[in-house]
Nanobody
Framework: QVQLVETGGGLVQTGGSLRLSCAAS????????MGWFRQAPGKEREFVAA????????YYADSVKGRFTISRDNAKNTVYLQMHSLKPEDTAVYYC?????????????????WGQGTQVTVSS
């Protein structure tokens, strides 16, 4: 079993930055493909970014490309989401997720483990 705990959310003004962290329990972190998703009120959970087990490749939603960076430190069992140039439309609960299967990184159903989420609010 893997537990994921997100931290780093908060309130920031438009144009500001935040860094989210997701700490994983267990010794299998390096075997997990990790992703970040977000869910705004009244909307479905959507893909934000993903990173392969080794960290060699990353993937981003078009809406965050060039502004967000996903990274991981397998020695610390942690995945990060650095967010710059934040916009009000980035306001959401952000979730980290992990999957063993190596399936599509885009779909929520492919992920085996989820964190509890952390709120990011961007004021205009």
């Amino acid at each position: 079993q893997v537990q994921l705990v997100e931290t780093g959310g908060g309130l920031v003004q438009t144009g500001g930055s935040l860094r989210l962290s997701c700490a994983a329990s267990g010794r299998t972190f390096s075997s997990l493909l990790m992703g970040w998703f977000r869910q705004a009120p009244g909307k479905e959970r959507e893909f934000v970014a993903a990173i392969l087990r080794s960290g060699s490749r990353t993937y981003y939603a078009d809406s965050v490309k060039g502004r967000f960076t996903i990274s991981r430190d397998n020695a610390k069992n942690t995945v990060y989401l650095q967010m710059h140039s934040l916009k009000p439309e980035d306001t959401a609960v952000y979730y980290c997720a992990g999957q063993f299967s190596g399936g599509s990184f885009y779909y929520t159903a492919e992920y085996d483990y989820w964190g509890q989420g952390t709120q990011v609010t961007v004021s205009s």
